[in-house]
């Protein structure tokens, strides 16, 4: 049968939805965005974990240690990096976007973008020009793919996080906030970063192995995020020097470990 008739796999296809749609819903209005990106290295604990016990395959100790490095990293982060968020409506969400801080943030990650972007045009013009082509060139576009979708799908999380706390205000206040076309040009640009992190990921698969582009594109994902939240929701003055040390260590410390656990 084609795997889409065998019932194990429509099961685990419908498990996945519902934990996708369901799930990442629930997270993501619980919870801020500083936390969500790097918890959502678990992922990749429980994937190993699975994998030993439903398909076993071997879990080294190399795996072992990296799942501690990953759980101590979330631990750092969820401890010292949890701050209470106010629910907010469209007027808020746009005071948010308003800030001088989050623009010229918000301006130098989309330079930093078409710079990138660019760079791999000109690789690319290079590549399809020459005879001989070095493979570690090639390589480097891969790369650069990789980092720009983890940009990009740390700006699709910041959208969809504005896009809920929008839907929750709805629901809860009976107060629509989607006549608003700004709301539906944050949903407009939650399409538009997700798609093309997507694309750009599949990219950089095209040109890279995937131990290289998962770790690469993970660590991306997470430092954006986490300057996302922090600079978007004005956290820098609400975390204490030390609590900010100890989130980017926890950042550091679980990065290094998907790293390992990738390869």
């Known amino acids: 049968l084609p795997y889409y008739r065998r019932p194990l796999w429509l099961a685990g296809f419908a498990l996945f939805l ?13 919870l ?3 936390i969500l990106a790097p918890l959502g290295a678990v992922t990749l604990v429980s994937n190993a974990l699975f994998a030993k016990w439903l398909l076993a395959d071997p879990f080294s100790v190399q795996a072992f240690l990296a799942t501690i490095l990953v759980v101590l990293g979330g631990l750092l982060i969820g401890i010292f990096g949890a701050l209470p968020l106010p629910s907010h409506d469209l007027a808020s969400l746009i005071t948010l976007y308003q800030r ?18 660019g760079v791999i045009y000109l690789l690319g013009v290079q590549e399809r020009r020459a005879a001989r082509y ?3 060139r090639t390589m480097i576009r891969g790369l650069l793919y990789g980092i720009v979708s983890g940009m990009l799908c740390s700006q699709s999380l910041l959208f969809a996080k504005s896009g809920i706390e929008l839907l929750i205000v709805t629901l809860q206040q009976g107060n629509n906030q989607f006549t608003n076309p700004l709301a539906g040009f944050i949903l407009l640009a939650l399409v538009v970063t997700s798609l093309s992190q997507l ?8 040109l890279c192995s995937t131990l290289v582009i998962a770790p690469l594109t993970f660590c991306s994902y997470n430092l954006s995020t986490l300057l996302n939240g922090l600079i978007y929701y004005d956290q820098f003055q609400a975390l204490a020097p030390y609590q900010l040390a100890l989130v980017l260590v926890g950042a550091v410390i679980l990065s290094i470990g998907v790293c390992i656990l990738s390869v």
């Open 199 to 206: 694309y750009f990921l599949n990219r950089s698969l095209e």
């Open 134 to 136: 070095p493979p570690h």
């Open 32 to 34: 801020p965005v500083t």
């Open 18 to 30: 519902a934990s996708s749609f369901g799930g990442s819903t629930v997270t993501i209005s619980l």
């Open 100 to 117: 001088p801080a989050f623009i010229a943030f918000f301006t130098v990650t989309e330079v930093l973008v078409l710079a990138l972007l």
